[in-house]
């Protein structure tokens, strides 16, 4: 997958703005949990029989950039967990999954859902 590195809360406001017309991907990712780890191997990886992610994702290292992983709870009201995925649509959170829960498959199925929302 194609990441754009999420380093600052300004960044949001430009997330809710490309959400008005398609899907976005925001991965928050520790860096020192194994099972981050293994979640970001699965989302890279993805899964070629389904297809691509073709919307923005973006990318969270949470240890770098604790006060936007705050802003990012406090914005969409998903309480923090990781690794998490959040799919934004129109401003607003429409899916999060977290842990072991996130795979490829799901992620972009609910990518595709949020895309005819």
């Known amino acids: 997958m ?32 194994s099972i981050s780890q293994g979640a970001l191997g ?3 990886a993805g899964d070629p029989a389904a297809g691509a992610i073709g919307s923005p994702s973006f990318y969270l290292d949470l240890l770098a950039y604790r006060s936007v992983s705050n802003a990012v709870e406090a914005r969409y009201g998903i309480r923090h967990e990781s690794p998490q995925v959040l799919v934004i649509r129109d401003g607003r ?3 999060h999954t977290s842990h072991r829960a996130i795979t490829y498959v799901d992620t972009l199925a609910a990518m595709e859902r949020a895309a005819v929302q």
């Open 93 to 95: 959170c429409v899916f």
């Open 42 to 44: 699965r989302m890279d």
């Open 2 to 33: 194609e990441w754009t590195p999420l380093v600052d809360v300004a960044q949001l406001d430009a997330i809710d703005q490309l959400s008005k017309n398609h899907p976005v991907l925001i991965f928050k990712h520790s860096t020192q949990c």
